[in-house]
């Protein structure tokens, strides 16, 4: 988890180095294709064996969402703080649990209610609205959020059908096709150098993805989720000596309150789980 978060914040880095010098779908667009060289290997064969009908419209609405996502995020981040960015994404999390409760079945216990309360006291302690003027990058990123975790809502019905490897691989298909009419329609000449940096972007985010999947099977998420608060001190920390940004107390303040919030939720679920396995009634 300490390589997953330096990754996502050499990701987060780049793009706010390359600083909104390519349009946003543009940009998204090139990353993802470069995703896909990565995930060739493994989309080929799914796509050969092919999908039922239900999987491929499943698919196509995560594409549309994570197309929504990934261009409010790059616009996002070519606009506001590093720190700020990662601390609103921190809403992702929360959005799936209200998600999971509001369109999957899923319990959400007064415990729980009050967490994503204190999450989302965090995110308006993040932005304060009203006590200082947030720039659209703030508004777009809470887009990004929202769209991220319904795109997350759909990867976990996917999963009940296919290998979470194919959920990815075809992530990046259908976000490429669904990317390449916007970035035709805004597509500027890009350099080399901003090719490369895209493709960089790729390098770390698949990288990053791996890490974390590979500190999903080693530790439990009690474990594994209170270290992502170290993505936010990583990312003030790069705001403050690359980019010469104010280090907002503030932010950071708001950010631990968010994940604070999300590692509870993750302790209480854990907790369920294992007193539901053991056949005993949860408490």
């Known amino acids: ?16 180095w390359l600083g909104g010098a390519l349009p946003a779908p543009q940009a ?32 196509a609405l995560r594409g549309v969402l994570h197309v929504v996502a990934v261009i409010a995020w790059f616009y ?16 992702n999390p929360i959005v799936v649990t209200v998600g999971a409760a509001m369109f999957m079945g899923e319990r959400l216990a007064l415990r729980r209610v009050a967490a994503v309360g204190v999450a989302l006291l965090g995110a308006l302690v993040v932005l304060r609205p009203g006590l200082r003027e947030l720039d659209p990058g703030h508004l777009s990123q809470i887009v990004a959020s929202l769209a991220f975790g319904a ?6 019905r996917i999963a009940e059908y296919v290998p979470a490897a194919i959920v990815v ?11 390449a009419p916007l970035a035709w329609a805004v597509w500027v000449p890009p350099s080399w150098s901003q090719i490369g940096w895209l493709g960089l972007v790729a390098v770390f985010a698949t990288a990053g993805h791996y890490t974390m999947t590979r500190a999903f099977a080693a530790a439990p998420l009690t474990v594994t989720q209170p270290v992502t608060f170290l ?19 503030w932010v950071i303040l708001g ?29």
């Open 28 to 59: 998204a667009f090139i990353r993802f294709v470069f995703g896909l060289i990565f995930l060739g290997p493994v989309l080929v064969p799914a796509l050969r064996s092919g999908f039922a009908p239900r999987t491929w419209r499943l698919f």
């Open 169 to 179: 691989a075809v992530m990046s298909l259908t976000v490429s096709i669904g990317l």
């Open 1 to 16: 988890m300490l390589a997953t978060g330096l990754c996502f914040v050499a990701v987060n880095g780049i793009v706010r």
């Open 76 to 91: 996002a981040m070519s606009r506001i703080p590093v720190a700020d960015a990662t601390a609103v994404g921190f809403l």
């Open 231 to 249: 993505q936010l001190i990583w990312a003030s920390l790069l705001g403050v000596f690359v980019f010469h940004e104010p280090l907002d107390g």
């Open 255 to 283: 950010g631990g309150m968010m994940i604070g919030a999300i590692t509870y939720i993750t302790w209480r679920e854990a907790r369920q789980r294992a007193v539901s396995a053991a056949g005993a009634p949860a408490q």
């Open 151 to 156: 795109s997350y809502l759909v990867a976990k």
